[in-house]
């Protein structure tokens, strides 16, 4: 006998810090809650990324709501591994019902609720929050030849340290703060080239975690943001490459040969790997069924509720969906505002 449906007031997509974050004041509300983590543990996306990823700012200042993340025992700004320990104290300090794993392959309309159809049966929800990210949606460019390189591809998520790249040629494509950090530690092993779009710009050595979600605020609002100062946190690692001459970027090429990459005027350069640190997309897959993307790709929303369905709720997938949502202390701040907001919505049902 098929087992039927399982019944829950909110659903939450996705154990990561925006899915925490949500979770810490559904608790709080006494809802009636779950959250589906399609990893086997905790630590959402900080758990793949590469060894020596920094945050951009002091513990204190990269914490979700309720719990301060203690300082790394080596000082400095907190790493991917202190992330994830941290994400995973806090969820079971706070006891939320994470189901793991448990991936989401489809949310659709039901009746009086959402349908979500997971690898071990189906949830009927009378909201959703999906808060998985970005991470799972690697961005690369498309350049003439780009399948035609003899020479080995990787993206951000595939980097896992500089030593399979020492003594190579390498080119890192991409003026953003992944970019820098990356090239900051490859550098120290091959021989680099950078290529960006635009000149890149690093902020200010005193600006870090502690400005960046209040100039986010800013921008939202339609004041100055982030890229009017700069676009690259110079965290210890980038500041040392800086100091080294490691910083200069070439502007960004027209193709890529089977030996190396080329620009407009002609000029080539070999190398033996092309690692892309250009981004990601969000990872709504599992919204398709509702049929709800608008220009551009992105699902309107209105705070984090959608547009064009009501009983969905977006987190922590970038500006779009609320200020610097996509960082710890940004996702803190989107998830009280989006469960009050679901807390009235339940109570006037």
Request: glycine residues 14%; aromatic residues 8%; proline residues 8%.
């Amino acid at each position: 006998m098929t087992e039927g449906p399982r019944e829950v007031d909110v659903l939450v997509i996705g154990g990561g810090q925006a899915g925490l974050a949500a979770g810490y004041y559904l608790r709080r509300a006494k809802a009636d809650f779950v959250i589906l983590d399609a990893q086997d543990r905790p630590g959402g996306a900080w758990q793949h990324a590469w060894p020596s990823l920094r945050l951009f700012s002091p513990a204190q200042y990269s914490s979700l709501p309720g719990r301060m993340m203690p300082a790394p025992s080596g000082g400095g700004y907190p790493g991917a591994e202190d992330t994830v320990a941290y994400l995973g104290d806090y969820e079971r300090r706070y006891e939320l019902p994470v189901i793991r794993p448990a991936t989401v392959h489809a949310v659709r309309r039901g009746d009086e609720r959402l349908l979500v159809e997971t690898g071990a049966g189906t949830w009927r929800a009378r909201v959703v929050i999906s808060a998985t990210g970005t991470w799972w949606r690697p961005y690369v460019p498309h350049h003439p030849g780009i399948r035609d390189f003899r020479g080995r591809q990787l993206h951000t998520v595939n980097y896992q340290g500089p030593e399979p790249l020492r003594g190579k040629r390498v080119v890192i494509v991409g003026g953003a703060n992944s970019g820098a950090q990356i090239l900051a530690e490859v550098s120290t092993v091959a021989d680099t080239t950078w290529v960006t779009r635009r000149p890149p710009r690093l902020l200010p050595d005193e600006v870090d975690g502690r400005a960046l979600f209040a100039l986010a605020t800013r921008r939202t609002e339609g004041g100055a943001g982030i890229g009017d100062l700069g676009d690259i946190v110079a965290v210890p690692p980038v500041r040392e490459a800086r100091d080294r001459g490691v910083l200069k970027a070439e502007p960004m090429f027209s193709r890529i040969t089977r030996e190396g990459i080329a620009w407009p005027d002609g000029t080539s350069l070999p190398c033996d790997a092309i690692i892309w640190c250009t981004g990601f997309r969000p990872a709504l897959g599992h919204l398709a069924p509702l049929r709800l993307r608008g220009p551009g790709g992105l699902i309107p929303v209105d705070g984090a509720r959608v547009v064009g369905e009501p009983r969905l709720h977006l987190l922590g997938y970038g500006d779009w969906t609320g200020p610097a949502s996509a960082t710890l202390i940004g996702a803190g701040r989107t998830a009280r505002a989006a469960v009050a907001d679901i807390m009235t919505q339940l109570q006037a049902d």
